[in-house]
């Protein structure tokens, strides 16, 4: 199945500039937990959830410190084309749970395990062979 069928289309990113504090209340009202970060409308990182778990364990205080000091920086993305098997492949072989699905250099939705597992949840099962 192609990726730009199960892409999540209710986007919600958050500003280079912007607080962990504002971040993590956006993720919160959303229910999502991964957030592109953007800079001027262009992809530069993504803030998730084990960020905030880092920034916690750092005892920074999350209303002064920038989404810049704890997002990730190396951004891998998706092509709305792309088989959603191959994605699942690379998010196993990276070790990241939400993938930015990018088209003509702009974020159009998210991609998450959980998608994917929902996917092949649902997938219909081959009926076992008997002799």
């Known amino acids: 199945m192609k990726i730009r069928e199960l892409t999540q289309r209710a986007l919600v ?13 956006r993720m919160r009202l959303a229910d999502v937990s ?17 960020d905030l778990t880092r920034a916690v364990a ?29 994605v ?16 003509a250099g702009k974020i159009v939705g998210i991609i998450s395990m959980r998608d994917l597992l929902l996917l092949e949840a649902l997938r219909p099962k081959a009926p076992a062979f008997t002799e």
């Open 13 to 25: 990113t958050a500003d280079i500039s912007e607080s962990l504090s504002a971040a993590a209340s």
């Open 34 to 50: 991964a957030l592109p970060i953007t800079e001027a409308g262009r992809p530069v990182g993504m803030l998730t959830e084990r």
């Open 88 to 103: 699942a492949a690379r998010m196993l072989e990276q070790g990241i749970r939400h993938l930015p699905v990018q088209e």
């Open 58 to 86: 750092d005892a920074v205080n999350p209303a002064t410190v920038g989404v810049a000091s704890y997002m990730s920086l190396e951004l891998t993305v998706a092509d709305p084309d792309e088989d959603s098997q191959e």
